[in-house]
């Protein structure tokens, strides 16, 4: 059973910078993409950005363009989402998910609580 | 940008049979995935490419879509089916992925 284990997250200010990490028990290189995922307090699941292991494919959502970035350490089966910029309304539970294609996320990590506040 | 609708709330009596709708445009020409949270929990899959149902999911759960209209049908709810659920589309065009704003069921 493939697992996700999340790291990072806490309360930081608005305008600075966190770095999230979730890794991976089993890779697949060349299917495999971690999806990250936020859910906002009381509010629904937006999707983020997502990487392909072997780096291929990486694309990210309106909200967090230019400001959010995905890289992956193969070596360790971990992606990272570099967060800067961050605004008040970044506040969410983030989770990471793993996809395929146009699979559906069927394997996700436990979500981690990022607070962006002053 | 595309457009999941769903309602954002539905209440049934055990026993009774849940639907929970997703409306898109052409979403009958789309896979749609649903997802089941339960509070403080990770979302899990219950119905994938609109009508496959993973290893674990009881069978009461079932999914169809056509046209403007996805659908997720709960037979025979359960107190423990209460939670959001959620659609999801993947936007080809631009590559994003988009969840419908979610549906909070409640067995009551």
Known sequence: QVQLVQSGGGVVQPGRSLRLACTVSEVAFGTDEIHWVRQAPGRGLEWVAVRSFDGSRQSYGDSVRGRFTISGDSSSNTMYLQMSGLRTDDTAVFYCARGRGADSFNVWGRGTLVTVSS | ?108
């Open chain 2, 1 to 108: 940008s595309y457009v999941l609708t769903q309602p954002p709330s539905l209440s049934v009596a055990p026993g009774q049979t849940a639907r929970i709708t997703c409306g898109g445009n052409n979403i009958g020409t789309r896979s749609v995935h649903w997802y089941q949270q339960q509070p403080g929990q990770a979302p899990v899959v219950v119905i994938y490419y609109d009508t496959a149902r993973p290893s674990g999911i009881s069978e009461r759960f079932s999914g169809s879509n056509s046209e403007n209209t996805a659908t997720l049908t709960i037979s025979r709810a359960e107190a423990g089916d209460e939670g959001d659920y959620f659609c999801q589309v993947w936007d080809t065009n631009t590559d994003y992925w988009i969840f419908g704003g979610g549906t909070k069921l409640t067995v009551l």
